[in-house]
């Protein structure tokens, strides 16, 4: 059992009251609520709720949870925290840890709730109970009224919250109550009975009372218990008089008095000392009382029903009701001199802080007046509370503090800053500038370099990315003031940040950005923590994407995502490494692994409560989808993108909304809506100042000028693109920037330099296995890609890139890779992919009749009924409708793609962006010869003649025989091939005549 642990254990676990009365009267109320989801006892303090429902669940031997709710609880990572650890005290088999509320969480509090308590209830055994105990102190905007509501929505049949509480439900949980979800119990249900005022006074060694005696008592006490406990305690007053009962606290006030006034004197002395604990072990009430005797008194006080609760643990805590705590402070605060009382409260609070009571012993530094004992304690414990999530407790107990003592002490400032981050960067920055300016006075080396950090994060995290530059100047004098770092982990830290900065605004300083890296990488050797890792993976990932250095970038990712399932890390980090797997896989044109990985990070977004990173998600999900071609669901995408990016707006953000707007419209027509989105971009690239994004907006930016008429301003963009990628030595970028001049140059028809830049782009793309562009236009690499082809240009290459991408030829083009060729012309045979289509088994002969009837009757708009009436001339209509259905279901199949036969409005046919069949291409070059021979006459120019020529040989090439030669018995082949056999003929005869060679 841990430290922190054994010290809330008054926190997270039922008390043991002796001699306390069995109520099984109410125990059958409890049994009979836990029908619904939730019991909620509301009654007075002294009421007997925590003895009435520790006793029950005793008495039914029901494992539960219990929590006991105190001010701290207002902060919900507080209460997750130790809620967690109360879970785990539940259930000690269960080793994996529930999680803490981070930062990252706070944008999906009700998610995180929610999982959080499925994780609960999974630990739990079914039936079970979970007790929320003193719910009255938590305050009436507290986000734990929420937070319960989730828990109480998620959980399962057989499992029951009860609440004790001095109040009625909150607000937030009147759907519940309206519902008819929550059982409740009273001061009505609560109150004694005559019958159970006998059995107290019994259990309280008062058996010995007269029947007149016991029932004027009872009356006095109207039912309450603490009152009744009190009035059998002081029998030996006299007879009994006092305060109206219909004020409890005063009346309890009034007998503690009475019997405090009986109490020896050390036994008084040590009441008061011990009171200032909210719970204590044996060794602290020696401690702060001096009694060596301590653990014979709590133990006699426990006996004796002195108010005073005991909690079973290695080390025995011991906690006083809350009504006698109070009274016991208030005496103390009369009794003892202020001098006294704070020195008293200052060692009190030393002793909870060695026990890991750090809450309680903030506010006793802070009743005690102790700015430096509070002060010493948040810089000795900020971080781990901070890890925690804890950022809220942090803050308050700083705002405590005297404004000097704050702006004199660095930590303090520095500690403040780090818990405005990520919610309020222009506040983080203010605490961590004036908390460096004094380290620097001070020399002190880690306060210097994690204040400097985590001003780059400020910086980084937010939209100012050009103020890095002064974080990089700043870094500079630093390490030459300071070239040894004070830790290793600071160094990484400090490299980590250097080199994020770099990347964001130097990366025309490449030189300089990869001695960075370097440096990193060799840090990365010595196993840094996971989150340290996670940063540098990431802006090493971004580094290598802006380069082009993908098969780098893969192997990073291979770590990145091995230690994130070694570790069982965060959903913070599972989604930041699905983001950048998701990244690299778009870049990399494998969209379907894209879509998954980008998925699955907003999956966990969803089921976490992590909303951080949705922007991006949703954004390179879009991206994907309008590369794959998906538009629909890209503006589904979009639409999501647009409602994450309201609540977490930065440069970055808007910048890939704004460019994936400007992308959709220009893919749907619309350069005018592009160009309006353009222009907003241009604002975020602007401000953030990192030079990958400015390349990027340019030669984008061409493109929508070129469709708008701007031809030259094009030029001057795509010019301007292709500098910086050469100034950052980004080959990627440097490629894209090559094929659109590409592009924009052959446009315009100057065939020269369009194709030189063609060339330079393949030649840089085949070597470093480029496939996809940012902001990918089809209609523009169909064309390129067309052009290389017939030019003869990194074919193999450009043909990989055409299957890849699964794009269709803009024109017929025999060199183009379609995924399906048939040649009919001298031999049958399928090509998918450019192999060969072999059978292992029955060939299936009506699929392939099918196929060459299509083709014989033209392979275009091929009516139904007439295939039909070829292949099944025997058959009724019923018959032959659906075994042609059958035949051209196992034809689709036999080619494995759908869209490369059509049949729509009665009508089959072949899609030429996916078949290149031999004979209908025949059939158009052929026809071509044959109408460009009517135009051109003996005065036609000799470029005529020659085009004549070229269709002439590109159709003779492709006349390998007579047409299906091996299915003379089809008779509705013989017609085909007597008609391809005459157009050969024809063909010969014109083209010979306008080349000159008339015997061809």
């Known amino acids: 059992m841990n430290k922190r642990l054994i010290t809330s254990i008054a926190k997270i676990s039922a008390p043991k009251v002796s001699g306390t009365v069995e109520r099984e009267r109410l125990f059958r109320l409890l049994d009979h609520g836990r029908e619904k989801p939730v019991v909620w006892i509301a009654a007075p303090a002294g009421s007997g709720k925590t003895t009435l429902v520790s006793g029950w669940l005793d008495n039914r031997r029901i494992p539960s949870i219990w929590y006991q709710i105190d001010s701290g609880d207002a902060d919900p990572a507080t209460f997750f925290m130790y809620f967690g650890l109360a879970a785990q005290n539940a259930a000690p088999k269960k080793k994996k840890k529930l999680p803490v509320l981070t930062p990252e969480y706070l944008m999906g509090i009700p998610v995180f709730s929610r999982r959080f308590f499925e994780d609960v209830f999974s630990r739990l055994p079914i039936p079970a109970v979970i007790v929320f105990d003193n719910y009255q102190d938590a305050p009436a905007d507290s986000p734990l009224h929420e937070i319960l509501r989730c828990g109480i929505d998620a959980a399962p049949a057989g499992i029951t919250f009860v609440v004790l509480s001095r109040c009625d439900s909150p607000p937030q949980l009147s759907r519940i109550r309206i519902t008819d979800r929550l059982h409740f119990l009273g001061w009505f249900d609560l109150r004694f009975s005559v019958e ?53 606290a005063v009346l309890f006030d009034y007998f503690a008095e009475e019997i405090f006034r009986l109490t020896d004197g050390a036994t008084r002395d040590f009441l008061l000392k011990t009171s200032l604990f909210p719970s204590t ?64 409260q200052r060692d009190a609070a030393r002793l909870l802080e060695q026990a890991g009571q750090i809450e309680d012993a903030a506010r006793l530094y802070s009743d005690a007046g102790d700015s430096a004992g509070l002060a010493r304690l948040v810089t000795r414990h900020a971080r781990e509370l901070l890890l925690q999530g804890r950022n809220k407790s942090i803050r308050e107990w700083m705002a405590s503090l005297p404004e000097k003592t704050m702006n004199d002490d660095p930590w303090l400032l520095y500690w403040s800053g780090m818990c405005s981050f990520p919610m ?5 920055r203010q605490y961590l500038e004036q908390a460096l300016a004094l380290f620097r006075m001070n020399e002190d080396l880690p306060g210097i370099y994690l204040s400097w950090a985590g001003i780059v994060d400020s910086y980084a995290f937010g939209d100012e990315w050009k103020s890095l530059d002064n974080c990089i100047t700043v870094f500079d004098d630093l390490t030459s003031s300071y070239p040894s770092f004070p830790s290793l982990e600071i160094e990484l830290v400090a490299s980590s940040r250097m080199l994020l900065s770099l990347t964001l605004r130097k990366t025309n300083q490449p030189e300089r950005v990869e001695r960075w890296l370097a440096r990193v990488s060799a840090l990365l050797q010595e196993n840094p923590s996971f989150d340290i890792q996670m940063d540098i993976f990431s802006c090493m990932s971004l580094y290598y994407l802006w380069k082009g250095e993908y098969d780098k970038n893969a192997l990073l990712l291979e770590r990145a995502v091995a230690e994130v399932s070694h570790r069982k890390a965060s959903s913070f980090a599972v989604i930041r490494i699905k983001l950048m797997s998701g990244i ?8 379907q692994a894209a879509l998954q990985a980008l998925s699955e990070g907003l999956d966990v977004s969803a089921k976490s409560g992590v909303h951080l990173y949705d922007s991006l998600l949703w954004s390179f999900k879009a991206a994907t989808e309008m590369a794959a071609g998906e ?11 647009l409602k994450s990016l309201l609540g977490m707006e930065n440069a970055l953000n808007s910048f890939w909304y704004y460019i994936n707007s400007a992308w959709h419209a220009l893919l749907t027509g619309n350069p005018s809506r592009a160009a309006e989105h353009m222009e907003t971009a241009f604002a975020r690239t602007e401000s953030m100042g990192t030079p990958y994004y400015q390349a990027l907006w340019h030669v984008a930016m061409a493109q929508v000028a070129f469709l708008q008429g701007r031809a030259g301003e094009a030029r001057t963009l795509v010019r301007t693109a292709h500098r910086i990628s050469l100034t950052m030595k980004s080959l990627v970028m440097e490629w894209y920037s090559l094929m659109i001049d590409a592009w924009l ?11 030189l830049s063609l060339r330079r782009g393949l030649s840089l793309g085949r070597k470093h296995g480029y496939v996809h562009l940012e902001f990918y236009q089809p209609t523009v690499m169909r064309f390129l890609f067309a052009k290389a082809l017939g030019e003869r240009i990194e074919q193999e290459y450009v043909k990989g890139l055409i299957r ?126 044959i109408a460009l021979s009517r135009k051109t006459d003996h005065d036609s120019p000799e470029s005529e003649a020659r085009n004549i020529g070229d269709l002439a040989r590109q159709a003779m090439e492709l006349y390998g025989g007579d047409f299906l030669p091996n299915d003379v018995e089809l008779p509705w082949t013989a017609p085909v091939r007597h008609k391809l056999r005459e157009r050969m003929q024809r063909m010969l005869d014109v083209s010979g005549h306008h080349t000159g060679n008339p015997e061809r």
Request: proline share 6%.
């Open 745 to 755: 140059l052959l446009q315009e028809g100057e065939e020269t330099e369009g194709l």
């Open 281 to 344: 072990t044996v060794s602290m009430a020696e401690h702060i009382s001096g009694n060596n005797d301590a653990s014979a008194i709590l133990d006699r006080l426990n006996r004796e029903h002195y108010f005073i609760e005991s909690h079973v643990s290695d080390d025995p805590v011991y906690q006083y009701h809350p009504l006698f705590r109070e009274f016991l402070l208030n005496r103390a605060k009369s009794l003892f001199a202020p001098d006294a009382l704070a020195d008293m």
């Open 584 to 591: 690299h896989y778009w870049i990399t044109a494998d969209y």
């Open 804 to 929: 890849k991408l699964g794009l269709t030829p803009p024109y017929p083009l025999e060199e183009w890779p379609y995924p399906i060729k048939i040649h009919t012309l001298g031999r049958f045979e399928i090509l998918k992919d450019d192999e060969p289509l072999v059978f292992s088994g029955k060939v299936p002969k009506k699929p392939l009749e099918l196929l060459k009837a299509l083709i014989a009757f033209g392979g275009r708009e091929v009516s139904r009924e007439r295939v039909t009436d070829a292949l099944w001339p025997d058959a009724d209509g019923d018959r032959a409708n659906n075994a042609f259905k059958f035949s051209l279901h196992q034809l689709r199949l036999l080619l494995n793609k759908d869209t490369a036969v059509t049949l729509h409005n009665g009508l089959v046919a072949f899609d030429p962006r996916y078949c290149r069949i031999d004979a209908v291409e025949f059939m158009r070059l052929s026809g071509e010869v």
């Open 631 to 641: 538009m629909e669901n890209a503006e589904n995408s979009m639409k999501h993108q």
């Open 196 to 248: 159970e005022s006998k059995t107290m006074a019994i259990s309280h060694g008062c058996a010995d009372l007269d029947d007149d005696v016991l029932l004027r008592l009872h009356a006095k006490a109207n039912g309450w218990a603490a009152g009744l406990a009190l009035l059998l305690r002081s029998r030996e007053l006299g007879p009994v008089r006092g305060p109206s009962l219909k004020t409890p």
């Open 424 to 428: 309020d960067l222009p506040g983080t």
